[in-house]
């Protein structure tokens, strides 16, 4: 039999095996945009767990599964975390009133989770970690039904689910093509070796982990995140200037251009009759103005440190993750309608703010905001019905896990899965409708909407006939990849040219905290010049980190 004690130490030493292993599983993810933190995810929800036992010396495994998945349900951060709690909900259910389990108990309580895991997924997708666990969780029961020992059963449930991983690839074309194995999958595993090394052969996994249990691992994340940035940083000084052409001046802007990239690179040269418009990354900005005299007088001229910005972007996103542990203070719900949303940047920020949400969450890619921030943020605003904009994909399931944890109040979420879908979704918002017809509106006019996004490749990887090197500029359009560039601005440009078509009336371009006012500007006007007048184009400082540009085509 397995007690309280034992399955408090092996909740820990499941925890710390993620944790070890985090890195090695966030690397898994398909595509290679620096928002793939599945093991970060599931190392962050697990852990909740075991800060919630680590102190609990209860002997029954009822009582300390109960702590752990409640702990869970509120600390799960993406898809993956939800999964991983929601597996955790049913072994604490079926354990609710147990002091010891058993083999058979071990896995029927296994297999409970699995249940309330795919019965969360509205399309469930085999090859992800939802089989990884149901395969492992139908091995547990052939072995406890041959032998009703707990270790046994575990061992069974573990070793089928490292089978079911390596078959991943075959149930996904996506992984096979990417020459991966399911992320999530992969975390499922690492944390059942933690658990089982603890049950099986008395060892906790803990020595060799590279961070406490306690400690906030999504900042050691950023930080290494910003780190990583800075270090593709070849010149350090954005240059950007204006120059009034001298109509005597016989010389091509082609030749100004062709210098910029000798000296430089991410050069933009965008001109007309009366004057050029200059950016570029350069050691020598002194060299630069110096050949841009050739062609007229200047009239603006902006030199940035980018090493130095990218030091303070750093500190913005400490300051976010404070934000997320605050916990604001709970409002009784007294207003018709409230709104709450994610976002990341100061610019998106004030905008949903403008747009009449109360409460807006710090996340998104690369930071996953818990179900229990959510949560808070609902309880926070004074409405009888609160609308709930997640705004990504990996969010969806830690924000319906929090509406279904609201009692007082009704939530409704819209499954916004982009910022873009976000905005609209605002936009589409009508006071003198009913919350029903609301939901229909919001979520047509988010469907509406192509979101395109320019960003940078994480780690070295292959699609197809692309080959991504770590620190490629790539431009996605609703989450394919489209191709790689070596510079932001002309991948903004290219971009949307491809994603509008003769049916397009709205364009919003929100550019990202590591683009200029001048690079936004830039790829305004050469995007205003490449697509129809009739189009309406709007530019919005978004400031999100990561992303350089967020496209909304409408």
């Known amino acids: 039999m397995i007690n309280g004690i034992l399955f408090k130490n092996a909740i820990i030493s499941g925890a ?46 009822g009582e300390i599964a109960s702590a752990a998945a409640s702990a869970m349900l509120r600390g799960a951060r993406g898809n993956s ?33 699995v249940e309330y895991a795919y019965s969360a997924v509205t399309n469930p997708t085999e090859g992800t970690i939802l089989t990884v666990a149901r395969l492992g969780a139908e091995a547990g029961k052939i072995a406890s039904d041959v032998e009703n020992d707990p270790i046994i059963a575990l061992g069974a449930i573990h070793a089928a689910a490292e089978d079911a991983l390596l078959q991943t690839p075959e149930l996904l074309h996506v992984l096979k093509k990417a020459g991966v194995v399911d992320a ?70 082609l030749e100004l251009r062709s210098y910029l990239e000798g000296i430089g690179d991410c050069v933009v040269v965008v001109d007309d009759d009366e004057i050029i418009k200059v950016h570029v990354h350069t ?56 709104f709450v949303t994610v976002a990341s940047g100061e610019g998106l920020n004030e905008l949903f703010k403008d747009l009449g949400c109360d409460r807006v969450v710090s996340g998104g890619q690369s930071m996953n905001p818990s179900t229990e921030n959510i949560y808070n943020a609902i309880m926070a605003v004074p409405a009888k019905v609160v609308f709930v904009l997640p705004n990504n994909k990996n969010i969806l399931m830690a924000a319906r896990q929090a509406c279904e944890l609201i009692t007082d109040r009704k939530t409704i979420m819209i499954p916004t899965r982009t910022v873009p879908q976000g905005i609209a979704a605002m936009l589409a918002y009508d006071p003198e409708a009913t919350a029903e017809l609301n939901l229909e509106y919001m979520e047509e006019a988010a469907r509406k909407i192509l979101t395109g996004q320019v960003t940078f490749a994480a780690r070295d990887s292959e699609f197809g006939s692309t080959k991504l090197h770590e620190g490629d500029i790539i431009a996605l359009n609703d989450g394919r990849l489209m191709f790689k560039d070596k510079d932001p601005v002309k991948a903004a ?21 590591n683009i ?17 007048s009739s189009i309406d184009i709007t530019l919005v400082n978004g400031g999100q980190p990561l992303y350089y540009f967020l496209i909304s085509v409408e």
Do not use: W
Request: hydrophobic share 40%.
């Open 16 to 61: 710390n095996n993620i944790v070890r292993h985090k890195k090695e599983v966030d690397e898994l993810n398909i595509f290679p945009v620096p928002d793939g933190d599945t093991g970060t995810n599931m190392s962050m929800t697990i852990s909740a767990a075991a800060n919630a036992v680590e102190e609990n010396n209860s002997s029954s495994i």
């Open 81 to 113: 975390g939800v999964i991983l709690s929601l597996l955790f909900k049913g072994i604490a259910e079926f354990l609710k009133d147990s002091d010891g389990a058993d083999g058979r108990m071990l896995a029927d309580a296994v297999a409970l989770g």
């Open 184 to 253: 999530g999958g992969k975390g499922l595993c690492v944390i059942l070796e933690g658990m089982l090394s603890l049950l099986r052969d008395g060892v906790m996994i803990n020595s060799d982990a590279p961070v406490e249990i306690k400690s906030n691992d999504t900042d050691e994340f950023f930080k290494n995140a910003a780190a990583e940035f800075d270090s593709d940083i070849t010149f350090t000084y954005c240059t950007e200037f204006i120059v009034g052409r001298n109509s005597e001046t016989t010389q091509s802007p």
């Open 493 to 513: 440009i290219k971009l949307t040219k491809d994603m509008v078509s003769k049916d397009t009336s709205f364009v919003t371009i929100i550019y990202g905290e």
């Open 516 to 532: 200029t006012e001048t690079q936004a500007s830039l790829a305004l006007d050469a995007i205003k010049s490449r697509i129809s």
């Open 283 to 338: 050691e020598n900005p002194g060299m630069a103005l110096e050949e841009a005299l050739k062609f007229g007088q200047l009239l603006n001229v902006k030199i940035e440190n980018m090493r130095e910005q990218h030091r303070l972007a750093a500190e913005k996103h400490e300051q976010e993750l404070k934000k997320l542990e605050e916990t604001p203070e709970p409002a009784e719900p007294q207003n018709a309608v409230g």
